[in-house]
């Protein structure tokens, strides 16, 4: 939409990571079935170039999650931006055929998601951080509501506006250190580890001591003690040993798009019973095959009497400190009441993440944002806010919604369904405002 100069976007994406990628390609599909009222959109990217999970992508590591849950093969199977098409596109689709496996490692599944984002080079900008929503202060009486987006760009001065009738918020995940610990040059989350990693002298990492019982915990203490011979390596976990991922086949169904509904209009019991009984599904697990292979490395050691692999079970980090080039770690053990320092050369915390607040971005327009009695969003089931006048423009939420729509909020598992959900919901609004736009 234009009015006057003044180009009105249906659409700009906060964050340009897989969610909105998916979007993207959820729009340009909806471009082509009804080609006389496209879509339109924009998105904005605060990192430099794509990437995904960029400082995880270890060598050998794999996809946990089936190739098929890609960007669109849920919602539209036939679809040119599924996997299927890169590897044809790529002439590896007979060899990843024999390779007999449902899950690419995840070097080759960052690529296709490269290989889509090519397609859209004219609709994202990058180093373009959007610092702001707001409305228009006075609106034309009888005019369209729409959103004014300010974007700062990096190397620029001040900001600069863009007006859509709809945001669809992607920020992604934040990265949670454990309480009282801060990050420097030698303690890193999991989010950053390779570029710390690489930009490390490995001369200097004689102790180094990983946090975490989850599948990066577990990734990052297998890489070190590969690429690390003759260092000492740490790991520090929460539970007695890691627990292993349950990718059973009637567990997995709770990522299924069906599941969504179920847990979206079920009961609060019903919500409580699918964390309850499959939160290890995703959270704080390990793929067996990981665990099989960390525990024969110990036991390797042990045979040979030459230990270098360390677990610290039921064992949590309370403190840590710089002591001269070390860091100091102080850990607080549930086995016992006594707790012990450790010092390292370097600590990576691969604690998780919480999940994305979009209320910063939102500033004054929160207050229009309804909220339940434990203070979280409401939201549609079109992963739409729910607000109150006078805001009728839509703000979506790819991400932040576990608590409304399930486990699959944060995850790869639904963002093909859920980005069509959102491209429908945008047409529809548009077709209920100007007839016979969708």
Aim: with cysteine.
């Amino acid at each position: 939409m234009r009015t006057g100069a003044q180009v009105i976007h249906d659409v700009v994406g906060v964050g340009f990571g897989p969610s909105n990628l998916s979007l993207a390609t959820a729009l340009e599909e909806h471009r082509t079935d009804v080609p006389e009222h496209p879509l339109t959109a924009a998105f904005f990217e605060r990192q430099p170039a794509f990437g995904w999970h960029r400082n995880m992508l270890l060598p050998s590591t794999t996809m946990q999650v089936s190739f098929l849950k890609d960007l669109v093969t849920f919602r539209n199977p036939s679809s040119r931006f599924s996997f299927v098409s890169y590897l044809h596109a790529a002439g590896r689709l007979a060899n990843f055929v024999n390779t007999h496996t449902f899950f690419p490692t995840r070097q080759e599944f960052h690529q296709y998601l490269e290989w889509v984002e090519e397609n859209f080079s004219d609709r994202v900008s990058y180093n373009s951080e959007v610092v702001g929503i707001t409305l228009p202060p006075e609106p034309a009486p009888g005019a369209d509501q729409y959103l004014r987006i300010e974007v700062r760009d990096r190397g620029g001065s001040g900001t600069r506006l863009v007006h859509a009738r709809n945001v669809a918020v992607s920020t992604g995940l934040v990265p949670r250190m454990p309480v009282g610990v801060d990050r420097d040059d030698r303690v890193w989350h999991s989010s950053e580890f390779l570029d710390r990693f690489r930009q490390t002298d490995l001369q200097d990492l004689r102790r180094v001591a990983v946090v975490g019982a989850g599948q990066s915990a577990a990734e990052i203490a297998r890489f070190l003690h590969d690429t690390l011979p003759h260092t000492q390596i740490f790991a520090i976990v929460p539970s007695y040993g890691y627990s292993i991922a349950d990718s059973t086949p009637f567990a997995n169904q709770v990522f299924d798009p069906e599941a969504v509904d179920h847990y979206y209009f079920g009961t609060d019991r019903t919500r409580d019973a699918f964390w309850q009984y499959h939160k290890n599904t995703n959270y704080s697990v390990v793929d067996d095959d990981v665990i099989r292979d960390l525990h024969r490395r110990v036991y390797d050691e042990d045979v040979r009497g030459s230990k270098r692999l360390h677990f610290l079970n039921l064992t949590r980090v309370s403190d840590v400190k710089r002591a001269g080039n070390e860091t100091r770690v102080s850990l607080e053990s549930l086995l016992d009441t006594e707790s012990q320092e450790l010092d390292v050369d370097a600590l990576v915390c691969a604690t998780g993440y919480d999940a994305m607040d979009p209320s910063g971005l939102l500033g004054d327009l929160d207050r229009y944002c309804l909220r339940d009695a434990a203070g979280r969003y409401q939201v549609g089931r079109d992963y739409r806010l729910v607000t109150t006048p006078p805001l009728t423009c839509g703000i979506y939420l790819q991400g932040g919604t576990e608590h409304t729509h399930g486990l699959t909020s944060s995850l790869l598992s639904n963002i093909a369904v859920r980005s069509g959900e959102i491209a429908h919901s945008i047409g529809r609004r548009r077709a209920e405002e100007e007839p016979g736009a969708a």
